[in-house]
């Protein structure tokens, strides 16, 4: 069960958070301004509500966890958002990420893979908040090419390689976020489109996601 209700402690807790994030070098003020405005006890059971503003990743539904708060923030930070981009985010889970995406006023278009993610974050109300996020059940290895290209992509789970077809929708000077690994820890990438299609790469710190895996899981893939 959760409850939708923000309290005077929800928020103070939420603030030290936001702290935090800065004190282990978050700059961005507009992430940290996302992160201060949502309630991240609204992802989780209530019976953790006190572990939401905890620095951590905590586990949700199907073996899944919504990423940990420094987590999400650098990645954020990483992708440099412009208003009004248009941004591909891989790897929905409890839809947090997204909502500091849209948040920070970009367009989203965020893909889950678990069936039963993608149906709780339908009856998901607070979400509903949120008119500039498109939610899809689907591979994020294939992307989204009928809404392609994207000024930015995001992906939230440990890519064993850089599939070539996110590459592929994203614009010329378009950046993509992604941790890249297949052991039990990940590099941090960001790279760049190039006109001819090529990319540059940066290197970041390291990071550990949940396996970015092949093909839909549910009922209907
Ligand atoms: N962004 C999420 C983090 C969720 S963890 C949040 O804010 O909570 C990573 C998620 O990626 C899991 O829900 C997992 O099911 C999903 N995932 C893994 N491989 C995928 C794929 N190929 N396409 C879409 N989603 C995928």
Same mark, same amino acid.
């Given at each position: 069960?959760?409850?939708?209700?923000? *309290? #005077? @402690?929800?928020?103070?807790? @939420?603030?030290?958070? %936001?702290?935090?994030?800065?004190?282990?070098?978050?700059?961005?003020? @507009?992430?940290?301004?996302? /992160?201060?405005?949502?309630?991240?006890?609204?992802?989780?059971?209530? &019976?953790?509500?006190?572990?939401? !503003?905890?620095?951590? &990743?905590?586990?949700?539904?199907?073996?899944? *966890?919504?990423?940990?708060?420094? $987590?999400?923030?650098?990645?954020?930070?990483?992708?440099?958002?412009?208003?009004? =981009?248009?941004?591909?985010?891989? +790897? *929905?889970?409890?839809? #947090?990420?997204?909502?500091?995406?849209?948040?920070?006023? %970009?367009?989203?278009? *965020?893909?889950? @893979?678990?069936?039963?993610?993608?149906?709780?974050?339908?009856?998901?109300? #607070?979400?509903?908040?949120?008119?500039?996020?498109?939610?899809? !059940?689907?591979?994020?290895? &294939?992307?989204?090419?009928? #809404?392609?290209?994207?000024?930015?992509?995001? /992906? $939230?789970? &440990?890519?064993?390689?850089?599939? =070539?077809?996110?590459?592929?929708?994203?614009? $010329? +000077? +378009?950046?993509? %976020?992604?941790? %890249?690994? =297949?052991?039990?820890?990940?590099?941090?990438?960001?790279? $760049?489109?190039?006109? =001819?299609?090529?990319?540059?790469?940066?290197?970041?710190?390291?990071?550990?996601?949940?396996?970015?895996?092949?093909?839909?899981?549910?009922?209907?893939?």
């Amino acid at each position: 069960m959760r409850t939708f209700e923000d *309290t #005077y @402690r929800h928020k103070g807790l @939420r603030k030290r958070l %936001v702290a935090l994030l800065k004190e282990k070098g978050i700059s961005d003020e @507009r992430v940290l301004e996302a /992160i201060n405005d949502i309630p991240r006890h609204y992802f989780l059971d209530s &019976a953790f509500d006190e572990k939401a !503003y905890e620095d951590k &990743a905590f586990p949700i539904a199907v073996g899944q *966890t919504i990423s940990q708060p420094y $987590t999400v923030a650098y990645q954020t930070q990483l992708l440099e958002l412009k208003p009004f =981009d248009k941004v591909l985010e891989i +790897g *929905t889970g409890s839809a #947090y990420q997204a909502s500091v995406l849209a948040e920070m006023g %970009v367009q989203v278009f *965020t893909i889950e @893979r678990q069936k039963a993610l993608f149906e709780e974050n339908k009856k998901f109300h #607070y979400l509903k908040k949120y008119s500039n996020i498109k939610f899809f !059940y689907g591979d994020g290895f &294939a992307g989204l090419p009928t #809404y392609a290209p994207f000024d930015k992509i995001i /992906i $939230t789970a &440990a890519a064993p390689f850089i599939p =070539d077809k996110l590459i592929a929708q994203l614009k $010329t +000077g +378009g950046k993509m %976020v992604i941790p %890249v690994g =297949d052991g039990a820890v990940q590099r941090m990438l960001r790279l $760049t489109k190039h006109a =001819d299609g090529s990319y540059s790469e940066e290197i970041f710190a390291n990071f550990s996601f949940v396996p970015m895996l092949e093909g839909r899981e549910g009922n209907g893939s």
